[in-house]
């Protein structure tokens, strides 16, 4: 039925309607239609914010899905690096760990070249001694058409001079290569150790003073390190200032280690020792190098003394002169950040 304008109908909100095979006056209802639209209209607007809160609800999703995944990934990569350093760190047959023998392949990089090279040369030298030895012999033996003595003879002792050498040059080498690596390998048992600042009560490892301060370890027992600190105490400030920080370790009980500590003033010249028997082993690693015992060094204080680029810069038994570490530190050139010559 459509609405057709013009009159007739005298009844107020009707009007002549017509569709289909009829026609005639007809009422409007339009709180009927207005009341549609509006709850088309609400309908919408319900379906808008049904919308909006799934497109918010979709996106918190995405966003919680990427969080954990950088959290996987992350635990991922920490387990990998964790699993990496253990391999590194885990010693061979011979006592050293791939880190270390990859430090010393760093400090010596044409090691394997020349050991290649020598047991290359022994090997020829070796095979065409062989050669020039079977004629030495065959003429030795009269047989008739051979290279004379007086070639074969010295192309034999050549060529045993050529093997000898490598030998030798060979076992220098590989010498020369444990000492690398012991030094190494105890260099990292030591940078493994942790002490607590005095002065700010933060634990680190020894490593972490690499490049910023120099520690002086001194080792003995109980009445020996507080007679070595008596003697550094007046000069605590100046050592200070030349980034010198002395860590006492007292051999003996936990309470000989706490009365030798609460007789001295804290302060950033001075670090405790944290984890007594990770010290006591490395301490009993250190003498055993030495190849010393507990009763020959009592009474004797062991000083370690490390420089700023974490290798160890002297060791000595018995208190060192400060006034003369200071004085030999001053001497250093201002640019030399790493506490060498």
């Known amino acids: 039925m459509a609405f057709v304008g013009g009159s007739g109908c005298a009844a107020v909100g009707q009007r002549w309607c017509s569709g289909g095979n009829r026609s005639g006056c007809c009422t409007v209802r339009r709180g009927a239609s207005f009341g549609g639209r509006s709850k088309r209209v609400a309908t919408r607007g319900m379906q808008m914010v049904d919308g909006k809160e799934k497109k918010n609800a979709a996106g918190a999703a995405k966003e919680i899905a990427v969080s954990m995944d950088d959290e996987i990934n992350e635990d991922i990569k920490n387990a990998s690096a964790s699993t990496s350093n253990k391999m590194l760190d885990t010693p061979d047959y011979k006592g050293y760990s791939m880190r270390t023998r990859l430090r010393e392949e760093t400090e010596a990089p044409f090691r394997k070249v020349r050991l290649f090279v020598y047991s290359a040369s022994a090997a020829s030298a070796a095979l065409g001694g062989f050669v020039s030895l079977t004629r030495v012999i065959a003429a030795l033996s009269g047989v008739q058409g051979t290279q004379p003595l007086d070639e074969t003879i010295p192309n034999v002792l050549i060529d045993l001079g050529v093997v000898l050498a490598a030998v030798v040059l060979i076992r220098i080498d590989n ?167």
């Open 175 to 341: 010498a020369a290569g444990r000492k690398r690596l012991d030094r190494l390998s105890r260099g990292a048992a030591l940078a493994k150790l942790k002490v607590e600042n005095t002065d700010t009560g933060v634990v680190n490892k020894l490593s972490a003073f690499r490049l910023n301060q120099r520690p002086v370890l001194v080792c003995g027992d109980a009445d020996t390190v507080n007679t070595v600190m008596a003697d550094a105490f007046p000069l605590r400030r100046k050592l200070a200032e030349r980034d010198v920080i002395l860590v006492p370790f007292v051999t003996g009980s936990n309470a000989a280690d706490d009365a030798v500590f609460d007789s001295w003033e804290a302060g950033p010249w001075l670090a405790r020792p944290v984890g007594k028997e990770e010290w006591g082993l490395w301490f009993k690693q250190e003498l055993d190098n030495a190849k010393l015992t507990f009763s020959k060094v009592r009474g004797t204080a062991m000083v370690i003394i490390v420089r700023k680029d974490g290798r160890v810069g002297a060791r000595s038994m018995g208190p060192p002169m400060w006034q003369k570490l200071i004085e030999e530190l001053d001497a250093l050139p201002q640019k030399d950040r790493f506490g060498r010559p």
